[in-house]
């Protein structure tokens, strides 16, 4: 009862950092946000082995965690196996360890696009994808409570929650709502040319914290064999309704269309899904979308291409019934280089953040070692986004991830070409007051959880890897974790129980001599 009322009021404390109310948004639009940045570091300073996809999550305790996919395993090859994890202590991060591993034993040895959410207890809903039935992947999830985050062994099995996703680029999403909800959107359905049925962007939740899921709703079936979705993302708005979008792609491989659905009564059903924009011709593509929610019933999806890559934005006024044509947001960028991603400063301001370079033919003095950068830009109300501003000089950077935490500290995230490594980015926002950082209870240990033998796969977990990178925790920390063999383990038992017997006999004789 007492983590219950915890729970609730930190879920409280979540609303009123997050859920701003419409006039509030509006009263911050016209504030520009000024961000001070420190100097960019390399949190897996592994060159020679493929680091990529990063998720930020922010915990209101103030710290923030962070995981990727790495290539850790011997087997040829540089594709991610090995799914990582470090946090943010408010200064440094911690020296990363692994999580979970995808054995050649298990399948094709493949981890991708990590994504995580975490609850009013302090519990963390992790969420990725692997490939242990090629061609098919597979959708699993493991939970911990974010104070034993740090230690591997406190990451319940992992669970397979589907079976057969597409596995295409960012195929997958999934949002909270209140202290329990959980909403997952997902692309199903293996890739190639001889797919065993058409393929869908489909619809499940959990209304127990994960514990258990719904049967999955397809939202939409694709009625050609060469096409499919991928990007998928959702947003959950007020009245229960969820927003969705996503790509569908074809024979190319580019984008064709930008579809978009909702429902409005939390997931139950679903209405036929619009086509918000189409490839015309000879244009590049349709791709990249996001969305969020910028009023009660303003919505803005945001996607990239057109004739090249650029961002355009499309909007509805009443909850996604009817949308205005797209919008060339900011005419003097270009680049696919990602989703843009949205977030929300303690004043109520809405942040779009993406990865782009300048256009041709566009003049401007910029420092760096690449074409690209991460640019920001604050939502002005309206359908106006205030002019863009680059984020400490040009950076080599793919699908950037922002988060904001303890309402004016923001940390960016991403992997870089050539050598495909994680790097994070720290700055505070100026304007922007702090807000009340509040503590987990104490954290027991983590739930046994009884499922079929069929939907456990067994983890393999490595010793903790040192990366060396800047600004990361010494190899000599104290509150580094250690993990104990099974012999190790054996041993230790063996001595409790002699100490055991030997305090009884120990107290039994003062009790005789007392006597």
Known sequence: MKLLRFGLLVSLMFLSITMVSPQQRGNAAAMSAEIVWEAPRNISNSPDKTSTDPFLLPDPTGKVHL??????????GNQPDTLMYTEWNGVNWRRPIDLFFSPDTSGTPIIAYPHALIDGTGRIHLFWMAQPNFPKYTLFYSSAM?????NALEWTPERRLVDDLTGTKYSFS???RGPDEIHLVFARVQQGFNPPEE???SYMKSIDNGETWSKSIDIITFNNINKGASDTRI??????????????????GNGQRIWF??????GKNWEKPLILSERIQNEYERDWPNLTVLEEDKIVVMWEGGWRAYRHAQYSEDAGESWSSPVDTFPWLIGENGFVEFVLDSNGTIYAFLAQRLREGVEMDLSGSSEEGLWYSTWDGDKRWQEPILANGLNAMINPKVAIFGGNQIMAVWYAPPTYEI???FGTIQNAPPTKIVSWPEA???????LPTQSIVTPTQTEPKSSGGVGINSPGETNQVVQLSSTSGLIIGILSVLVFFGSVIIIKKLIQNKL
């Open 67 to 76: 995981f990727w996919a790495e290539k850790v395993g011997a087997i040829e």
């Open 146 to 150: 974010a104070t034993n985050a740090y």
């Open 174 to 176: 999934v949002q909270l």
């Open 199 to 201: 393929r869908t962007v």
């Open 235 to 252: 947003a959950l708005g007020g009245n229960d309704h969820i927003y969705a979008t996503w790509t569908e792609w074809g024979e190319s």
């Open 261 to 266: 659905s909702r429902s409005l009564d939390n």
């Open 423 to 425: 790097i994070t980015m």
């Open 444 to 450: 027991t240990a983590a739930p046994i959880v009884s």
